[in-house]
């Protein structure tokens, strides 16, 4: 009977009034312990609100059940596919949707009511997957900060492909945990093309030298990736990494050959498994015993150009030469490697390209080098108090140390 009251009320009632009264009247369906006839009354009056006029009034019954798993399914699902102001408390929170639900919700609704899908908590693969494929700009950039977000690897490799040129979802993507190595190259190389493109575009550098600059750029942050998957003895995420910098072009010997003068050995191994097809088992004792001719035989048949072999094989050496002196993981160019190849390029002729490639690295190596020990030697160091050793114990008793800061009491009495 009260509810029967209510839908004669609202048929006459002004729209903030009847908005307040259908939040009122959801709110009871869920937690005021209605008899089953009033029940079922309200449920009748709150599908005949749905296609109240105003939307302030449908708002305010998805608001209140938008989280309430004993909500009116259908009453659920109608209010999910509305305008996105109404759709988007229950897109948002509501355990009745099912993905089914949440992706034909997806490719219909905009950015608006697809951003409040992404941000769902959890966001199964499938929902997340079908965002990725349709999903705007900012529903992909919430889904991306969305931590509780199950995203596959080839949906993120999608959202890159989509909007890879767009600074804040590149931002948000790098601050996922545990990025797969193959998304983190291509989100470095979108960065470095966006970059590219800029500097052209305002004629600061000629197209062949950003060309360059970006190849360059970004064999120095492959490095960086396949020097985290060394430290973190993920093996796996080296071959995937050289799989997937395969299949986009991006393996090349120069490539290989700067992450062995960093003393990272994992990326080359890798690349190897990867171009040989041989076994992983197989390949790793051969590319460990660089002097044999079963290396050169492993180094032929990955594809490699012949005449690098004595600069690959010098590099092995000066790396395990130089083990000592090289950070576990590292990613930074060895100047003490860098010669050691360079000697061996110098001395022939056909090496020419890759003598002139070397002398680039190590000046890139004595800059990085120069650059560490600029901040060391201007950053202000903070002078350690003065100590004065004070005996207060018996004699023969070691004295107890207080640290007594002079500066700091003639500056005071100064004052």
């Known amino acids: 009977m009260i509810v ?20 009122s009247l959801a709110r009871a369906y869920l937690y005021a312990g209605l008899a089953p006839a009033d029940k079922r009354e309200a449920e009748v009056a709150l599908t005949a609100l749905v296609d109240d006029p105003a939307p302030m009034v449908r708002k305010a019954i998805s608001e209140a059940l938008a989280s309430a798993p004993d909500a009116p399914a259908a009453v659920v699902l109608a209010l999910a596919n509305d305008q996105s102001e109404v759709a988007a408390p229950v897109l948002g929170g509501s355990p009745l949707l099912t993905d089914g639900d949440l992706i034909d919700c997806a490719a219909i609704g905009d950015a608006f009511a697809q951003a409040a899908i992404a941000l769902r908590a959890p966001l199964r693969a499938p929902v997340a997957a079908a965002l990725a494929e349709v ?91 396949a020097a985290d998957a060394e430290s973190a003895q993920d093996w796996a995420g080296a071959r995937e990494l050289a799989a997937h910098l395969r ?22 191994e890798a690349t190897l498994v990867e171009l040989s097809g041989l076994p992983e088992a197989k390949v790793l004792p051969l590319a460990r015993d660089w002097r044999g001719a079963g290396f050169a035989a492993l180094y032929g048949r990955s594809g490699l150009p012949p005449k690098f072999l004595p600069a690959f094989r010098a590099a092995l050496q000066a790396a395990r030469t130089c083990a000592h002196t090289i950070e ?81 009491i003639e500056a005071e009495l100064a004052a």
């Open 135 to 225: 999903g705007a700009r900012e529903a992909l950039i919430a889904l991306a900060v969305n931590a509780d977000a199950d995203i596959p690897d080839f949906s993120l490799r999608r959202m890159v492909e989509r909007f890879g040129a767009d600074g804040e979802l590149r931002e948000a993507m790098l601050s996922r945990p545990a990025l797969p190595p193959s998304v983190r190259s291509d989100l470095v190389a979108a960065a470095a093309a966006a970059l590219k493109d800029f500097v052209v575009g305002c004629a600061w550098l000629s197209p062949e030298r950003a060309e360059r600059v970006t190849r360059e750029s970004c064999d120095k942050a492959h490095v960086v990736i």
């Open 4 to 23: 029967r009251k209510f839908m004669q009320w609202a048929a006459s009632a002004p729209a903030a009034e009847r908005a307040e009264g259908a939040g």
């Open 328 to 408: 576990p993981g590292a990613a930074k160019l060895s100047r003490a490697i860098i010669a050691r190849v360079l000697a061996v390029a110098a001395d022939a002729p056909e090496l020419g390209a890759l003598a002139a490639l070397l002398r680039r690295l190590d000046v890139e190596a004595a800059r990085e080098e120069a650059r560490e020990a600029a901040r060391y030697i201007f950053t202000p160091q903070v002078e350690a108090p003065v100590v004065v050793a004070i005996d207060q114990g018996e004699f023969g008793a070691a004295p107890r140390i207080i640290a007594i800061d002079l500066k700091a």
């Open 247 to 268: 299949a986009a072009g991006r393996l090349t010997p120069g490539l290989v050959l700067r992450a062995l003068l960093s003393g990272n050995s994992c990326l080359f």
